[in-house]
Structure formats: C-alpha cells, structure tokens
C-alpha cells in the first residue's frame, strides 16, 4: 500500500493507464524483465472507477450502473486472466517461439523508432484480431463477453474473454520477423491498459483528439446494438484504422449497449461459454458441409442464403424509452390495481383481468423473458389468475342481475 502512496509510483501508474509512456522509461533488453503493468494496474482500475462512480453521482444526468453488472464484469475480468497463472501469456509465448525460430532482422530494443514501430504494430495487429472477433463466429464466440453489458462504464472494461487469446496470438506473428519479443511485450500490455479509460459515458467529446485517437465516443459506438454500430469502431488505441478500412462509424444518436440478442444472466461461466453451446448446436443443425462451416467461419449473424456478415436490417430494433415507459406504466397500473383489492372496489377483478391479460403479452412476445424453470410457473400462475378474475367478474354480473330481477 505504501508503493501505491509514493508520488513517482503514483504518477508512473497513472500515466500507464493512457498509455503515455516514454520509448526509455519501457524499453527492456530480456522479455524477462518487461513488469507485468495489467498485474500492476489493478489498484489504477479501482481507483478509477471510483472517481468515476463519485463524478457520476454528482453529475444530474448520471450514466446508470448497476451493482449485479458489475459484479460480473470484476469477476469476468478475474476469470479472463486465470490462464495467466499457469503460463505467461499466449501471445507472448507464441511470439518468443517465432522470434526464436524465424526472426529476419533484429531491429534494435534500445532505439525509440523500435519502440514506435511496435506501438502501431500492435495496435494494427489488435484492430485485425478484434476485426475478426467479430466477423467470425467462432473467435466472436470468446469476443461476446466483452459486449454482453447493458450498460458502459469503465468496469465494462474489464469484461474479458478467458479464451480470446487462444485465437488472437496469431495476428501478432509477422512481427515477431523483426520486432524483439521484449518489445512486444511492453506494448501488447499498454495497448490493453489504454483501454480501460475509454469505457466512460462521463468523457463526451475529446475535440480534435478524436481524428486520431480511440476515444471513450468511439468505442461507444462499438459497443453499440443500434444498427448505425454494428461492426464499427474496432481501433485499440488508434482510430486510423477504422478511418482507413472503412469500419469507422461517428457517435450520431443516443447508443443502445449490449448483445443484439441479450443473454439476461449475471451468470459468469454462463457468461464465458454458452456462445460455445449456441455454435455447436448451430453447428449440428445445418446438415451441409458448407452451411457448417459457415456457422463457424462467417458472421455471428450470418444465415444460409444472406452475405457474410448478415443482414443488418435484421437487427432486432432497439427501442428502449418506450420499454421502460412500458415498464413504468405497467408498474404504476399494477399498483393502482392492488389498491383497488384492498379498497374492494367492484372494478378491481376487471383491472386484474387486464392486467393478467398484459402479463401473458409481455411473455408471449418475449419482452419479459424468464429464466427456465421459472417459466412455467410464472405461466401456471397467470393462467390461473386470469381464471380467477375471470370467474370473480362472472359472478359479479350474475349477482347484479339477480339484483335488478
Ligand atoms: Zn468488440
Ligand atoms: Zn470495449
């Protein structure tokens, strides 16, 4: 705790976290002397959410969080660097191994055009593995994690696959033909750490940085489910990529965050490894060869017969203010019936009749999605509400016509 007070300790960390580093303060000669900054970073993740949730809290139109989300984002981004503990990472080892065997050139680890060269190597290599992330079903299938929030703060940020890097080492290889293992191993942690900040709702607009830079608009759109977001904004650090490739995409209207098909769980191994289950099922489904592998080598929104990527229109339309007016109108209805029941007004069973009749709406339409067990019941016990209103308003109409007879 003392290391985290000192001022040179303070300042050097916090500096990482936006990647301003000098090539001489991060430039090692042994891959075994590179510090390992993610590992040393943690209290900078902390920190930095707090300021967050304090500068939220005092801002009126505060981003929402949510406490459930956020557990599962922390223990995402637990889970996702387990792997780390039984081997240095996959990129690096595979990295070392190239270099070891195939290097070309060996450009020199002390000189700060190295240190820069391997800056836009990495960040190019990470816009090609997160590019393909999500234009391949199967690396989509670890890179869904990340975007299975509904919301976007900086604890998203560490919402991380445990098994990306099973797939992402590759796109890192054709550097190891020049570039010393030592080197790529400062930047392929700093280029991940510069990540973090970006997931901000609190930061609007970085002037003209945001030619140039990935910044917090930028990447809201990419973890956006509007359809102006899909496939946009796949920069690390940079967003020139993006600009270049044609996948750029300017934050217009209000983003909607989360999967187009949301998973509606806190679960965390759920969260990690049901895009597995979803594939192989897919998978065995489709009775060609072609339409097998398409499942697995086309876009997570890909069907036979549609382009490799699907067809965005498609998309499930976000509509989330009317939901939630849905939501409070439903709530504000439901407790106005129950007053009515206690009041034991005469018009209380029709309320409850209607109300029941909604709640078989929602469900069947699926804006209310329950977990499975509990379908069933919650079905059983709204078909056996309605039953009831429905024989409580007969009765009422037969007493008021013996009544008037
Ligand atoms: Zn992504
Ligand atoms: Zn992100």
């Not at 140039?212 to 990529?241: F, M, Q």
Request: proline share 5%.
């Amino acid at each position: 705790m003392s290391q985290v007070m000192d001022p040179i300790y303070l300042t050097k960390g916090i500096r990482s976290m936006f990647y301003m580093v000098t090539p001489n303060e991060s430039s090692f000669e042994h891959v075994e002397d590179v510090p390992l900054y993610v590992q040393q970073a943690t209290p900078f993740f902390i920190g930095l959410m707090a300021v967050e949730l304090v500068v939220s809290l005092l801002k009126d139109d505060a981003p929402v969080a949510d406490f459930g989300d956020f557990v599962t984002s922390l223990s995402a981004g637990i889970i996702s660097r387990m792997p780390a503990l039984f081997a240095r990472s996959i990129e690096v080892t595979g990295y070392i191994y190239v270099w070891n065997n195939f290097h070309l050139l060996e450009l020199p680890w002390d000189s700060a055009w190295t240190w820069w060269l391997a800056f836009l190597g990495v960040d190019f290599g990470y816009y090609w593995v997160h590019r393909f992330a999500h234009e391949l079903n199967i690396i989509w299938a670890a890179h869904q994690v990340h975007h299975s929030s509904e919301y976007y703060n900086l604890s998203t940020a560490l919402r991380q696959s445990a098994t990306q890097q099973f797939s992402s080492w590759v796109f890192y290889l054709p550097m190891a033909l020049a570039v010393p293992p030592s080197v790529f191993a400062v930047h392929i942690q700093f280029n991940l750490l510069y990540q973090f900040w970006i997931h901000t709702e609190l930061i609007r607009d970085m002037g003209p940085l945001e030619w140039v830079l990935n910044t917090p608009s930028h990447h809201r759109v990419h973890h956006g489910r509007n359809e102006y977001c899909i496939d946009k904004n796949y920069g690390g650090a940079l967003i020139i990529w993006d600009r270049l490739f044609g996948t750029f995409a300017l934050e217009s209207h209000k983003v909607v965050y989360g999967l187009v098909n949301p998973i509606n769980t806190f679960e965390i191994i759920y969260v990690q490894f049901h895009y597995y289950k979803y594939l192989w099922k897919s998978f065995n489904r489709y009775t060609t060869i072609f339409n097998k592998l398409g499942v697995l080598w086309k876009g997570p929104s890909w069907k036979p017969g549609k382009p490799r990527l699907g067809d965005h229109s498609e998309v499930p339309e976000v509509l989330p203010q009317l939901t939630v007016l849905m939501m409070t109108g439903y709530i504000l209805y439901s407790l106005t019936s129950f007053g009515f029941i206690i009041d034991q007004r005469p018009t209380a069973s029709m309320w409850e009749l209607l109300r029941c009749i909604m709640m078989v709406m929602l469900l069947r339409y699926g804006y209310m999605t329950v977990p499975g067990p509990l379908a069933g019941l919650i079905e059983a016990s709204v078909s056996l509400s309605l039953l009831y209103w429905g024989l409580q308003i007969v009765s009422q109409l037969v007493s008021v016509e013996k009544k008037t007879a």
